[in-house]
């Protein structure tokens, strides 16, 4: 991750944005998707966040999880400013979907609002990201040695393609994508549980156990795919019944995502 921007500057340099239609649109076209009143002002699009499709419909969900997504992979800097006008302007919308995709992303913690000018990547600890693992190992430790009581072998097999797919973003070095993956592999184990208000919580804390760390460098490639590793060595002590394996497992798989 790129460390060396100024903290509290707003980001508004020229990069291209998308139509809907995901066509690289040159700055200073007119925006495909403007809500009428909506204007930037003149500002640029963010630098440094990588293309992506936004569709007409359910614009402000595809702005929140392409905002996640950049946030997982470092484009969005922990420490920066960014305005809504400008990174409006990126995605090709107005900003008020932006806007209001960031405020979700405030009330999660991952921004702070800065009055006048915009959003600031929170800057986390490592602290936090110890307490977060904390949390989510006495969540889902319990819920794992019971799933792994009660569900017969062929239900872990099933998930199997899941943990694949974690292992192929991994070995792609594509942290976005694996943090997408990753999050897809623990919903649909934690699922068999049959409790949608554990998925809700447990969803949220591993969500924000993904976003990195201002003194943090980029994941490194050995450790996504070692992380990925564990997907299918888990599997394999559930189908098992190793409550041991699958408790050292889980307790294990949270610290190192911390790495």
């Not at 097999?157 to 974690?166: G, I, S, V, W």
């Not at 934690?190 to 969500?207: C, F, I, W, Y």
């Amino acid at each position: 991750m790129e460390q060396g921007s100024t903290r509290g500057r707003t980001t508004e340099r020229s990069a291209p944005a998308t139509h809907g239609d995901g066509a690289v649109r040159v700055p200073g076209q007119a925006r495909p998707y403007d809500a009428p009143g909506e204007h930037t002002h003149g500002e640029d699009p963010a630098p440094g966040l990588a293309p992506r499709t936004v569709r007409r419909h359910s614009v402000r969900g595809q702005i929140l999880e392409a905002l996640r997504t950049a946030l997982v992979g470092g484009e969005l800097v922990p420490g920066e400013v960014y305005s809504a006008p400008a990174l409006g302007e990126r995605f090709g919308v107005s900003a008020t979907p932006v806007r209001e995709a960031m405020q979700q992303l405030a009330t999660e913690g991952a921004v702070e609002v800065v009055p006048n000018r915009g959003f600031r990547v929170t800057e986390r600890t490592p602290r936090e990201l110890a307490e977060l693992a904390e949390v989510r190992a006495l969540i889902e430790v319990p819920v794992m040695l019971r799933l792994a009581r009660t569900v017969p072998a062929e239900r872990w097999d099933a998930l199997r393609p899941l943990a694949e797919a974690t292992a192929t973003a991994a070995a792609r070095g594509d942290r976005a994508h694996y943090a997408e993956a990753d999050r897809a592999f623990h919903r649909a184990v934690l699922a068999l549980a049959g409790n949608e208000q554990l998925l809700l919580v447990a969803d949220d804390l591993h969500r924000r156990s993904q976003w990195p760390l201002m003194s943090a460098p980029a994941t490194r490639h050995g450790v996504l795919v070692a992380d990925a590793a564990e997907h299918t060595a888990l599997l394999d002590a559930l189908a098992a019944q190793d409550l041991a394996v699958v408790s050292s497992l889980v307790r294990e798989h949270f610290t190192g995502a911390q790495d």
